[in-house]
């Protein structure tokens, strides 16, 4: 009798590191996201893939309206915006970088115990993480920054 054995399984292709945009939105990098938020290794490139794809999708449809503004004004990009540059960049493309890169670290330490610890796994670590609640804020920060509404600070007693 000869018994059953399964093939393994084909091996996934490579992931692209680059995470395109539509012309108007710049691409992004999963590398240089994984560097940027300290997930490093911790997450599988797939996974941190999809969290990317997931957030710019939710930032460019937060930002939709500010967007049309723009383009009515003749950006055609948002690299056209503004006239702040930091090492090189648009102060409005740093400021969306960081808006994606929060909203997709949110979702990631929401998602995965091993990078979201508790308080006593981190101080095992000797390393704090950020979590979803603070990249959230720091998403929603650079978008405000970035379409110019101010920022409230409020403490409930």
């Not at 710049?26 to 560097?35: K, W």
């Not at 460019?60 to 090189?88: F, H, P, S, T």
């Not at 929603?140 to 509404?149: C, K």
């Amino acid at each position: 009798m000869t018994g059953f054995v399964a093939a393994p399984p084909a091996p996934m292709p490579p992931i692209a590191d680059a995470i395109s945009g539509d012309g108007w939105w710049p691409d992004l990098s999963i590398a240089e996201f994984q560097a940027a938020t300290r997930l490093g290794a911790q997450v599988a490139p797939l996974r941190v893939r999809e969290a990317l794809l997931g957030a710019f999708l939710y930032v460019a449809d937060g930002l939709a309206a500010w967007r049309a503004a723009r383009e009515a004004e003749g950006a055609e990009a948002l690299a056209d915006v503004g006239a702040i540059v930091v090492n090189g960049e648009k102060r409005a493309t740093v400021l969306w970088r960081r808006a994606v890169y929060a909203t997709a670290a949110a979702e990631l330490v929401e998602t995965h115990s091993d990078v979201s610890a508790t308080d006593q796994g981190r101080s095992d670590n000797q390393e704090r993480f950020p979590t979803a609640a603070e990249h959230r804020r720091a998403a929603t920060v650079a978008i405000r920054d970035l379409t110019g509404q101010s920022r409230s600070r409020v403490a409930l007693l």
